[in-house]
């Protein structure tokens, strides 16, 4: 192997290793976000996991994370659903 593909083939090694340890930031800033009862969104995960929001859009893998939490979310708070307000009680006349 030449000394350009060897430096090539380090390269890309570590850009995948650091794209790793960004994904599992994600997963744990998203952890965090849903333990504290946050809004899971894409400012809120990116500043927390210290990527920037173009990582998380452009990553396939960090897309599909995150749009899966924020999906998750969601659902969670449609299935709890709003808080019914109390009807007044009439006073019987």
């Given at each position: ?46 500043a927390r996991a210290g990527v920037s929001r173009t990582f998380l ?37």
């Amino acid at each position: 192997m030449s000394t350009a593909a060897s430096q090539t083939a380090a390269a890309n090694q570590a850009r995948r290793k650091r794209t790793e340890e960004k994904l599992r930031d994600v997963a744990d800033a998203i952890a965090q976000l849903q333990r504290h009862r946050l809004p899971v969104t894409y400012p809120a995960i990116a500043a927390r996991a210290g990527v920037s929001r173009t990582f998380l859009y452009d990553s396939p893998a960090a897309r599909d994370v995150v749009t899966a939490a924020i999906t998750r979310a969601d659902s969670t708070t449609s299935q709890r659903g709003t808080p019914r307000r109390r009807r007044p009680r009439s006073s019987g006349r």
